[in-house]
């Protein structure tokens, strides 16, 4: 029997990878190390069922990653939620890096299709603004760009934003300079998910500057930030790179030894 939920949060994971200053993935298994200089991240989507939406949190790669990835992607969102791509109502993107939104469309037969036709697409508008006028190794290419604009129902937020009746958009910066921070309320339960500024639980209990963020030290104190707010309102973080577990509490502070990292499968509400 199927379990009866108001909310239900479940991770679509997509595999762990090597990264490098190439910025390509290099699939690995779970008990591989990182190639030498590298990180060792996972890609996780996020699906949210409610009353009402079912929302996803970046998209994953696409066709900018392996090949298999966008079919991984809808197999897995069926597998973990029993869902399809036709039922996805929003996707919301925490910066337009394409390991985030390549995912948002995918070519059949040589044409672009889109991968959630029915859904809304949230987007900084500053940032996608920027992309289009500079763009970069780790932004899709122009052809995607131009198809997203012509067919896909794009919105773009500005400096906050209150999407729907779940999600709040804030635009924080530091690993792209129009990163979003965002906020998802269920009942009684807030999440928040930062993308890269606060992707695993290895970001939880350090203090760094990060080379691969826009402003890493904006990024930094972005972390401070959000942390305390996380343990403070109980909120649940969404790590999108995490490799070991995606969704998790910081049920306490000790000032020797850090945060007090709780896991989560996954949220029913």
Known sequence: MSRKF???????????????????????????????????IALNPVVIQTP??????DSGPGAFG????????????????????????????????????????????GYWELSYPYAKIWVSGKEWNKMRQNGDAENPDSEFIDFLEARADLNFTGTSEQCND?????????????SQLIRLKL???????????????????????????????????????????????????????DTESPLFKLTDFDKDKGYVIENIDEYYG
């Open 6 to 40: 108001d909310f239900r949060v479940t991770p679509v994971h997509l595999g762990i990878f090597s990264v490098g200053l190439d910025k390509k993935f290099n699939r690995i298994t779970a008990d591989d190390p990182p190639a030498k200089g590298a990180l060792k």
């Open 52 to 57: 009402d939406r079912v929302m996803l949190i």
């Open 66 to 109: 392996e090949p298999d990835h966008q079919e991984q992607m809808f197999d897995g969102l069926e597998e973990k939620t029993g869902l399809t791509n036709m039922e996805i109502t929003d996707v919301f993107c925490s910066h337009l890096h394409y390991d985030h939104t390549g995912g948002l469309a995918h070519k059949m037969n």
């Open 166 to 178: 779940y999600v709040e958009m804030e635009t924080i910066g530091g690993h792209t300079e129009f």
């Open 187 to 241: 009942g009684d339960q807030l999440f928040l998910m930062a993308g890269d500024v606060l992707g695993t639980h290895g970001a939880v209990n350090r203090r760094y500057a990060a080379k691969y963020d826009f402003d890493g030290k904006k990024s930094m104190e972005l972390r401070e930030q959000i942390k305390k707010e996380a343990l403070k309102k109980e909120a649940i973080i969404i790590g999108y790179h």
